[in-house]
Structure formats: C-alpha cells, structure tokens
C-alpha cells in the first residue's frame, strides 16, 4: 500500500505556507495516523480562530473575522471545491441562471481577504482540548465557530434501513444540501415527460421554509409552459403554506390550477421508494417522480461537537443549544454554532427562519463578537434580520416576499416581526436578484 504523493504534497505544501490551499476530498491512506498529525501549527503572537464548514454562515464568518481583526489567524474547513448557492437554486433548476451564478472559488476567497481555507471533512471534535479533528490532521483553536448547515434525518422515516435510505437519495433527491444531489434533481426535473411529480415537505422546522413552495411553482411553471401532461402534488404536514401563506395559495389556485396539487395536513406515516409509494395522514400516494425532503436536524458537525441540545425526556432536540443572544454553546463560551444549525431562540417564535439570509448576518455577529473579545472588550449583543424573494410566476416573471425583523423585550426576550408581500410584482424579482448581488458580495466580493 503506498502512501498517495500528491495528497502528501499538498497536506506539507499547507504547513508551510499556511496560506489558501485546497486539499483532496479524500482523507489520507488509513495508515497514517491524521489524529496526531497537526494540519496547521499555531502562528506565534496571532489568536487562532477556526471556522467550521464554509456555507453561507462560515464564509461570512471568516471574511468578517479578518476585517474585524487582520491579526487574527482565521482557518475555514469545508469539504467541498467550490461554494455552490442553494438560495436562487429554483431558478437554476429551470435554467434562470447557470452554474456559474451559483458557484464561488474558495481559494480566491480565502486569498482575498487573507484567511486560510483547507479543503478538508472535519470528523470530530475534542473541545476541551480546544482541537478539530480533520481527514488531514488536527488543528488547534482559540475560538470555534460552526457553521453545520443541516442533515437529513431519514432515520425518522426508515429507522435503521440504509438501503431505503441511500436508494432515496440517489433516485428521489431532496436537493436541500449543495452537492450533487442538485444535478441529479435537475435531470430528474428534465427528463420528466408526465404524471405525478410528489414533493414530501418536512415537518417545521426545516432550511427555507417557502423554497419547497417556490420550487412547487417553478417546476409548475415549466410543465405548463411545455404542454406536459403531469402535475406537481405537494404534501405538506402544515395547515397551508408558510409563510407567504396568500401569495402562495393565490399562485396554486389562479395561476396552476391544473399543474399544482396542494395537500394540506399530509404527515409522512410511510415512505416506499422502492414501490413509489407515500403513505400520509391525508391518504395514500403513488408517484411517477418525487422530491423526498426528509425531516430535516443540524448538520453531522454540530453532533459530533456535542452541540445538540436535549429536550425534558433527555432526547436530542436534532439543533444547537446556543445562547440565544450570544450564539455560544451553553456549555462553552469559546465555540459558536451559526445558521441552520442553531436550536430554538425565543418562546415567541422558537427558531429563527433556516435562511442564508440569517446565517450571514450570524457570521458577521459572530466575527465582532470574536474579534471584541480577542481585543479584550466586552461584545454588545447583535440581532440579525430576514429577507426571502420567492419567485412563483414566469409569464410574467414575479416575485413574492418576506420580511422578518427582530427585537429584544423589556424581559430580554428576542421578538419577531413578520411581513409577508402576497402580492406577486415584476419589481419584487429585481429586488431578488440585487438581494443575491448583495449577499454574494458580501461574502465574496
Ligand atoms: C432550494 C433552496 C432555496 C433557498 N433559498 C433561500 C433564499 O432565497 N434566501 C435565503 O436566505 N436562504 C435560502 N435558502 C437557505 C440557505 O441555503 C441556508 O439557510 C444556508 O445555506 C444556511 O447556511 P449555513 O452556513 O448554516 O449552512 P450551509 O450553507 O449548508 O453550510 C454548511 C457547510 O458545512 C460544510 N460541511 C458540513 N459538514 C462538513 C464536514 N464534516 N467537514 C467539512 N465541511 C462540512 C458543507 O459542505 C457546507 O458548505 C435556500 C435553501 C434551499 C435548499
């Protein structure tokens, strides 16, 4: 067995410049130890922050960390080659945008702003050690910011079945994580000639909560725009959609009468993919093609950091027990856990919106918390703020909305205010795309 050189190369090629560096997506031959092998040595007289996952939460971070602090030595993991958007992915899945509007380089990122970003799986944690553990070796921290995004907990459907589970995910995808799965739904959505397309929508909460409605209407829109003989039947375990709850039901009713499904109060009792069969509290379901969103739970790196909250019965809640104001864990003033993996915030509205609205503005709090307190002040507690475009019209082409605002009460309470733009407008998708504009310069740019 021998060792794979260029893997080597670029792992000793990382220690010693301690700049930009990609890495190959597979861990090291099994018989090096990575456990004891240091990634990054520390960097004298520079406080070392580490920045867990690069998704919209982590590169915001990282970069706002830097501005914040130039001395600090800021350190992104991520697992994958390029950043690939989930906010405006509807619109690529029927060719609105291409790829490239989707997709960001990490190194030039990184090199820009003057972070390192190591292409590496994070796989574990020792946290009072103050060390991440990586495919490639361990890497020691000041202070821990993880941005997990999210997982699919398709045990809830199948318990322990991995077949169903794998076999789901290759044939039925969610599209909810950016990889692969979304050139697959993209296919899928394609080569779709007819019948009944089946889209399962997780229980609350879950990332985005009106992208499956959005992604409903503009798979809708081309089926009618290609006379397809199929439709889209949505089988949501709510009462009606949320939020945007007119603006949605107006476009199911007025504008995809014939294309679009809309099942109320369809709890998932049993999924068959193998049959193409769904079992719900609203009746059974077979389909020719289907979108299975599985309940959704903090990513793989919030369990594995230990930062899973747990409910009376002593089970895991599946989302971060942070300081609702703070973001630290509860047990850990140094590590932070930002965007969709982050457990209830408030009794008023329990989670913030699972949004890359929400999880920038959370890293960037994150960064001046962190770059106070490395300069020995006392952080002032920040709130973020929301903003969801959602198109459900192509001829013409509209948008509908949503805003979310926050505040703290007189007893510390963080409280939310929602307004909801029902009424779909062409001005609404000018105001989507310099909101991506915005969002992606602000992370990138
Ligand atoms: C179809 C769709 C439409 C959406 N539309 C909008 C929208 O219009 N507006 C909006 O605000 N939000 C939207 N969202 C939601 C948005 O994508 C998420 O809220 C956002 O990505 C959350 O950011 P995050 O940093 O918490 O997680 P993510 O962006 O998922 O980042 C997590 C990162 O961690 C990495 N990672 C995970 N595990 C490991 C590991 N072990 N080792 C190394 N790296 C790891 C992942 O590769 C990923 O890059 C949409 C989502 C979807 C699916």
């Not at 169903?164 to 080569?191: C, D, M, S, V, W």
Request: proline residues 7%; neutral net charge; aromatic residues 12%.
């Amino acid at each position: 067995m021998k060792l794979d050189r260029r893997h080597f190369l670029a792992a000793s090629g990382a220690l010693a410049a301690g700049t930009a560096v990609a890495q190959a997506a597979s861990p090291l031959p099994f018989f090096i130890n990575t456990q004891n092998n240091p990634l990054l040595p520390p960097v004298k007289g520079k406080k070392r922050v580490v920045v867990c996952g690069g998704g919209w939460g982590g590169v915001s971070a990282a970069k706002h960390l830097k501005q914040n602090d130039p001395n600090l030595d800021v350190v992104m993991l991520e697992r994958n080659p390029v950043f690939f958007s989930c906010p405006m992915s509807n619109k690529w899945l029927i060719d609105i945008v291409n790829s490239d509007y989707l997709t960001h380089s990490y190194l030039k990122t990184a090199d820009k702003f003057g972070y390192t970003y190591i292409q590496t799986e994070v796989t574990g944690f020792e946290r009072e050690k103050k060390r991440v553990l990586t495919a490639q070796g361990f890497i020691d921290y000041d202070y821990l910011v993880i941005g997990a995004g999210i997982r699919y907990n398709y045990e809830a459907w199948f318990g322990d079945d991995r077949r169903a589970a794998a076999y789901t995910k290759a044939h039925f995808p969610a599209a909810y994580i950016p990889n692969a799965e979304h050139y697959q739904l993209k296919r899928g959505i394609q080569e779709f000639t007819g019948g009944d397309l089946v889209m399962t929508l997780p229980p609350p909460p879950h990332r985005c909560p009106p992208s499956p409605y959005e992604r409903a209407c503009l798979i809708a829109a081309k089926i009618k725009r290609d006379k397809i003989k199929g439709r889209v039947i949505i089988l949501d375990p709510k009462e009606s959609p949320r939020p945007i709850t007119d603006g949605f039901q107006e476009a199911f009713a007025n504008l995809y009468k014939d294309q679009i499904t809309y099942v109320p109060k369809a709890v998932i009792k049993e999924v068959d993919p193998f049959n193409k069969k769904i079992v719900t509290s609203a009746g059974d379901f077979r389909f020719d093609h289907s979108i299975l969103m599985a309940p959704h739970q903090a990513g793989e790196m919030a369990w594995k950091a230990g930062a899973i909250g747990k409910n009376a019965d002593g089970k895991p809640t599946g989302w971060a027990s942070v300081d609702p104001l703070f973001l630290n864990l509860k047990d850990d003033p140094d590590t932070y856990v930002i965007g969709d993996a982050v457990g209830i915030v408030s009794p008023q509205f329990n989670f913030y919106p699972k949004a890359g609205h929400v999880a920038n503005a959370h890293g960037k709090i994150v960064a001046r918390y962190i770059a106070d307190r490395a300069a020995g002040k006392t952080p002032k507690a920040d709130l973020p703020d929301n903003l969801c475009f959602m198109m459900v019209n192509l001829d013409p082409i509209q948008d509908i909305a949503v805003r979310f605002k926050y505040h703290i009460d007189e007893k510390g309470v963080i409280i939310q205010d929602q307004f909801d733009d029902n009424f779909r407008t062409e001005e609404m998708v000018v105001e989507d795309f310099a909101w991506a504009k915005r969002m992606y310069g602000d992370m990138f740019g």
